[in-house]
């Protein structure tokens, strides 16, 4: 079942990136799968599918805690800068200066 998910996800990423959905994450949620199936096995990866499957969703809001912003997800997660996807750290200036 191992092999299965990392085929399935190989397969994935042969899909023109124009055609699927931006990730909030800095790590693809794809290449994330499929570095803790390869890892950790089948379980593990699809744990891992699940939690980037409900984690991920369009309605998130970014929110400024101090200096830093972090991302809230629609189920609540909180993601740090860090982990936030390149895009959303663009995003996130041009939201500042906006404000300016």
């Known amino acids: 079942m191992k092999y ?3 085929v ?3 397969l994935y990423w042969l ?8 990730c ?3 790590e693809f949620c794809c290449r994330h799968v499929f570095r803790v199936t ?3 096995g089948f379980k593990a990866g699809i744990k891992a599918l699940k939690f980037r499957f409900r984690t991920f969703r369009p309605t998130y809001k970014l929110l400024a805690v101090g200096r830093q912003s972090v991302l809230l997800c629609k189920n609540g997660h909180l993601i740090d800068a860090a982990n936030m996807a390149n895009w959303l750290k663009k995003k ?3 939201v500042d ?3 300016l």
């Open 38 to 40: 390869s890892t950790n």
């Open 24 to 26: 909030l994450f800095k």
């Open 4 to 6: 299965l998910l990392l």
């Open 97 to 99: 200066l906006e404000k």
């Open 15 to 22: 899909v023109p990136s124009k055609s699927r959905n931006r």
């Open 8 to 10: 399935l996800i190989r």
């Open 92 to 94: 996130e200036q041009e």
